[in-house]
């Protein structure tokens, strides 16, 4: 199975962006890289997804290694409500099961 | 849209008594999961759906632990007894399904059990 490693925290000034970093060093081909973020109380909430090239939506960007063993989540102008955990999650296949592997992710604190 | 509705959003007991968690999820969505959640860690899957069928419930604690998802849409989860170390938030989540379908979680239930 591919693991992923993040740093257990982070801060970042209020309207900087956030570079949330993830290793996945044992990814796989097929395999894609999945950001969620979990706000106090509430559901973790999808965030971006990518397998080879970088992407960006109205939340993030997220940057993909060439190798894709790294990936960066950028929070191009971070505000209070961005204070969450972020999962990095990378998609197992088992025959016909789609798991979801949640680590311990990164406490992200945006200080104001 | 509306998005997974989960109730009750908090519930305390007593050990050894039962206890239901409910689940309707994103119209539409015929994949459904349970996670459980402990205080610091991420969620780990408890059982998955596939409409009416439990395609992956080999994390689930079968001696204690029940669901179901009669008609292939609102389904519930059980603990019967619930034991101290239940204490935790279980969240529900729905996706359309295969194959690499974005999961949608509700608010969960925080469960202590006393």
């Known amino acids: 199975d591919a693991k992923t490693t993040q740093p257990p925290s982070m801060d970042c000034a209020e309207g900087r962006a956030a570079n949330l970093p993830c290793n996945h060093s044992?990814?796989?081909?097929?395999?894609?890289v999945y950001w969620y973020r979990q706000i106090h109380s509430q559901g973790p909430q999808y965030i971006i997804h990518?397998?080879?090239n970088n992407e960006t939506n109205e939340m993030a960007s997220l940057i993909i290694t060439e190798d894709r063993k790294s990936s960066t989540l950028i929070l191009p102008h971070a505000t209070l409500r961005d204070t969450a955990v972020y999962y990095c999650?990378?998609?197992?296949?088992?025959?016909?099961?789609?798991?979801?592997?949640f680590g311990p992710g990164t406490s992200l604190s945006v200080i104001p | 849209e509306a998005g997974v509705v989960q109730s009750p959003r908090y519930k305390i007991i007593e050990k050894k008594q039962p206890v239901a968690f409910w689940c309707n999820p994103i119209?539409?969505?015929?994949?459904l999961y349970w996670y459980l959640q402990n205080l610091g860690q991420g969620p780990e899957l408890l059982i998955r759906?596939?409409?009416?069928?439990?395609?992956?419930d080999s994390q689930l604690p079968k001696d204690r632990f029940s669901a179901e998802r009669l008609k292939g849409v609102d389904s519930t989860l059980k603990i019967q007894p619930a034991e101290l170390g239940d204490s935790a938030v279980y969240l529900c989540?729905?996706?359309?399904?295969?194959?690499?379908?974005?999961?949608?979680f509700g608010p969960g239930t925080r469960l202590l059990v006393l």
């Open positions: 989540a729905s996706s359309l399904g295969y194959p690499q379908e974005t999961q949608y």
């Open positions: 044992t990814i796989s081909g097929n395999e894609y």
């Open positions: 990518g397998l080879k």
């Open positions: 999650i990378v998609r197992v296949d088992e025959t016909s099961y789609d798991k979801v592997i």
């Open positions: 119209s539409g969505h015929n994949t």
């Open positions: 759906y596939e409409n009416e069928e439990a395609v992956d």
